[in-house]
C-alpha cells in the first residue's frame, strides 16, 4: 500500500510502467481488498464513477464515506444519497457556450466591482467549446452551397463569434473548435476523447478515465466510446468548469441486453429508434443503461455511438458502452496513436473496467433485452422520437395521425379548401398519380411519380441527412451514398418541391465519399454539402421555396421532414412543417425520392424510370456485404489524422475576426447579440432568508410532454412575436433576425422568446397557439412577455403549472433563465426531465411535484386562482410543501407538492438565487 494522507486514505495509488514511463493510477481492487465492493458484478459505468470518487476524494470535495457509499451499489437497493461527480472535461456548442462565456465574462465584471480578482475566475477544469449550431440551410442543391452558408453564418453571428474568439484568448484551460469543422459530438468522438487521459499532475503522470458532462443533451453519445459522460444544465456545467462537483443522486443502473444480429436492409439507427421505444415504456428517467450481450460485442463502435447518442430520448442519463476491443479499433481507425490505445487498453484492464470476451454480465436494477433479428427499418414521428414506425405502416400510420392530430385547428374542422381531410381521402390520399403500366396487365395498378403534382398532405418537403447521431456511423453514410448511386443509375430523380441537403458532423465524410466516388451520385440528387454543422436537426433548416411555402399556406397543407437526426419536437424543424419523421440517411434519400410519407416502401414503388418501370426500394438498397466492402476499403485512419491535424485553426473567416481583446469582456451597449446579463448587477453580498410564495398567479398553464422546444425555442424569430418587435426597435431588419439561438447571448431577445414557441398551447387561452396567456386580474389575452411584465411591475409572483415530462428536450440553460427573468418563483408539474429541473434550480426557480395521483385536472384548477406555496422557510430536500389555490369567488383548493430539490447544496443554490450566486459570493468571501 502506498500514501495514506488525505488524498489517498484508502492506500489505492498504484504505480505501473509502460514504455519506459512510471504511470500512476487510483486502483479500484484496492476497494475490493479492503471489502468495500466486489467488482464483477458492478455496472461498467458505476466502476467508472466510482474511480472519479475515488481519486478526488480529500476530506472536502469527496468525502471517504461518499466513496464508501457508491461502492456499496447494490440492484436491489440503491442509496438514495447524493455523490459529487468531477468530470475530467466540459464540452458545450455555441449555442449554450455563448451564454457560458457570456455568464463567466459577467461573473469577472462583477467580481471587479466587488473588489475581487476578476483574474480568479477561469476554468479549473479543461472546456472545449465547438461551433456548429449556427449555420444555417440557406442555400442547398448547388455546389457553391457550402460557402455560401458559411460566409452567410459568420455575416449573421459575428458578434457571437467574436466573443468566443475573445474566451480563447482570455479563459485558461478553454479551447475552440472554430465553425466548419463538424458536429461538437463527432468531432468528440473521432478526436476530442482520449478514453483515458494521461496527464502530469504534481509532478507524477496520472491516468485516469475520460468523464464529461456537457451543455447539449447528446453529450451522451461519447458513452458509445466508453466515456462515461452526459449533458447537465449549462449553468451547472459553468460550475463544473469552475471547479465545483456536479451532485447527483446514485442512479440506478438498467441493463440493456442485445442478442442476435440484424437483418440486411436493417441499420443502426432502426436498432436505435427500436430501443428509444423500449426504453421510454420501460422509464428510465434519472437511471444509467448499460449495454451488453452477445449482439453487443457484434457491434461496429460507431453503431454503439447511435444507441448512446440518443439517451435523451429514451430518457436516461446516459447509455454507457463499455470499452473492449471494439472500442480499440476504432480508436485506431480514427488516427489515434497505437501507443495511446496500448495505454488504454493496459490501464482499463488494470482498472476491471475493460471488457473481455469472457466477462462476467453484471449486475443490474433491472434489464431488458433485445434480439436484433427482430429489428424492423423503420421511422420516428410525427413528433416525438420515441413513436416508432415500421416503413410497411408509414402509409396508416399518416392517414391516422391526419384524423389524431392534424384533421383539426383551433377546434375547427379544416375546410375543402383549405386541404380538409376527408376531402383528400376521397381523392385517394396520395401525392403521387395511379397509372397503368404498359408492361403489366391492366388491371394491376402501379403508383407512379408525377413530376408536376403539387404539394399535398404528407408531402415530403424537407429530406435532410444531418445530426451527428447518424453521420457518425460510416456505414450508414455509405450506405447513403450507395443507394443514391443506384437512384441516378436507375434514372430516378427527387421530387422538385424537396428540400435536400447533406450536413455532415466531420469532415472526414466529405473525404471518403469523393475516394469512394460517391459524391457525384448525391450531388445528383440535390445532397450537396450545405455545410458541417448540425443544421436542420436543430431547426436550421432554413426556408423553403417560396412556392413550396406559398402551398402550404394557401391549403393550410401537413407537409412532412424526413431528417436523419435525434429531435423531431413540434415546431422545431420548420415552421411550416407539421410532421417530422426520424429515419437513417438511407431513408431520407429514399423518401426525398417518393416524394411522401403516405406511401408503402415495402410494397410500392419508390417512383419509375424514364421508361415509366417501377423502382421498387428493394430495387435500389445496397446489400451489408456491399457496405462494408466500401467502408473497409476507403474510410481510413490517415483522413482522420489530416483533417484534426488543424482543428483548432479553424477557416480564413475565422482567423480573420476582429476580436477584442483583455482580462475583462468590453460590453457594447448597442450590441443586439452579446449583452451583459442582469443576474450579478446590484449583487447582494447576504442572501435573504427564504420566503413563502404569497399570491402568485399562472403565468402558463400546459399539458404533458412540454419541451424546452416549447419553452425555450429555437429556430426563427417572428416579426410579430415580443423577441421580434424588440430587435425591430433596434433598427435590426427581419432579414438579419438569425434565430433564437444564435441570439442566447442577449438577455433581452431571450426573455422575450422564453414560451414563444408557435406550437405552444396555454391552457389559459384555449383554441390559441404560440406565445399567449391571460393577465388574470384584467381578463386580457396578450403575449406572454408583456403579461409577465405587467406582474412584475405590480410585485406579483408567477408560478407555472404543467403535466408529466415537463422540460424533456436539449439542456438549455435559457429555459430556465428565461423563466426566471419573467419572474416565475415556481412550477409544479406531474414530473420533470432531468436536466430541465436541475436547470430550473441553477436559477432559484422551485422545482415542485404534484403527489401521485394529482395534477391540474384531479384538482379542478382553471388557472386563473391565485396560488399560497407555505412551509418555504423550512424547505428540506425531498420535503413537501402546501399549497392553497383561491380562486375569484374567494374558494379555496388545498393540496400538498414533492420538493424537488435533491440534496442540501439543492437547498443552498435555492437559498442564494442560484449556482453561480452561490459561487460568486464565495469567491468574494475568499478574498
Known sequence: MSDTSNHDPFGAKQIFEMDGKKITFYQLKTLEELGLVKLSPLPYSIRVLLEALLRNVDGKLVTEDEVKSLASWSPEEVSSSDIPFIPSRVILQDFTGVPAVV?????????????????????????DLVIDHSVQVDYYGTSYARNCNEKYEFHRNKERYEVLHW???????????????????????ENLASVVHLREKDGELVAYP???????????????????????????????????????PIPEVVGFKLTGEMKDGVTATDLVLKVVQMLREHGVVGKFVEFYGPGYKTLELADRAVLANMGPEYGAT?????????????????????EHVDMVREYCKK?????????????????????????????????????????????????QTMKDVFAEKNGKELSPSNGDYSRWLEEGGYSIAEITHPHHTGIEKIKCADDDIHVTHGSVVIASITSCTNTSSPSLMIGAGLLARNAVERGLKV??????????GSRVITDYFDEAGLTPYLDALGF???????????????????????????????????????????????????????????????YALAGTVDIDLTTEPVACDPNGQPVYLKDIWPGKEEIDEVTKEFVRPEMFEKQYSNIFEGTELWRGLDAPSGLLYDWDADSTYIQEPPFFKDFPMETEDMKDIKNAHVLVLVSDSITTDHISPAGSIRTDYPAGQYLLSKGVDDKNFNSYGSRRGNHEVMMRGTFGNVRLKNQLVPGKEGSWTRHVP?????????????????????????????????????????TQLLGVKAVIAESFERIHRSNLVGMGVLPLKFTDGENVQSLGLTGKETFDIMGIESLQPNGELSVVAKDADSNTKSFNVTVCLNSDIEVEYYRNGGILHKFLRDKIKEE
Open 103 to 127: 455568464d463567466l465574462a459577467a461573473i469577472r465584471s462583477a467580481m471587479e466591482r466587488l473588489g475581487g480578482d476578476p483574474n480568479k475566475i477561469n476554468p479549473v477544469i479543461p472546456a
Open 167 to 189: 474566451a480563447q484568448k482570455a479563459f485558461d484551460n478553454m479551447k475552440v473548435v472554430p465553425p466548419a469543422s463538424g458536429i461538437i459530438h463527432q468531432v468528440n468522438l
Open 210 to 248: 475520460d468523464t464529461i458532462v456537457g451543455t447539449d443533451s447528446h453529450t451522451t453519445m461519447i458513452n458509445g466510446l466508453g466515456v462515461l459522460g452526459w449533458g447537465v444544465g449549462g449553468i451547472e456545467a459553468e460550475a463544473v468548469m469552475l471547479g465545483q462537483p456536479y451532485y447527483m
Open 318 to 338: 446516459m447509455g454507457f458502452c463499455p470499452v473492449d476491443e471494439v472500442t480499440l479499433g476504432y480508436m485506431l481507425m480514427t488516427g489515434r496513436s497505437k
Open 351 to 399: 482498472q476491471s473496467i475493460f471488457m473481455e470476451d469472457d466477462s462476467p454480465e453484471p449486475e443490474f436494477t433491472s434489464t431488458l433485452e433485445l434480439d436484433m433479428s427482430t429489428v424492423e427499418a423503420s421511422l420516428a414521428g410525427p413528433k416525438r422520437p420515441q413513436d416508432r414506425i415500421p416503413v410497411q405502416d408509414m402509409s396508416s400510420s399518416f392517414h
Open 495 to 504: 421530387k422538385p418541391f424537396v428540400k435536400t441537403s447533406l450536413a455532415p
Open 528 to 590: 450537396h454539402l450545405v455545410g458541417y454543422g448540425c443544421m436542420t436537426c436543430i431547426g436550421n433548416s432554413g426556408p423553403l421555396k417560396e412556392a413550396v411555402s406559398q402551398e402550404i399556406e394557401n391549403k393550410d397543407l401537413t407537409v412532412a421532414a424526413v431528417l436523419s437526426g435525434n429531435r423531431n419536437f413540434e415546431g422545431r424543424i420548420n415552421a411550416q412543417v407539421k410532421a417530422n419523421y426520424l429515419a437513417s440517411p438511407m431513408l431520407v434519400v429514399a
Open 778 to 818: 384584467t381578463d386580457e389575452e396578450m403575449h406572454i412577455y408583456p403579461a409577465a411584465m405587467k406582474y412584475v411591475e405590480n410585485d406579483i409572483p408567477l408560478i407555472i403549472l404543467a403535466g408529466k415530462e415537463y422540460g424533456t428536450g436539449s439542456s438549455r440553460d435559457w429555459a430556465a433563465k428565461g
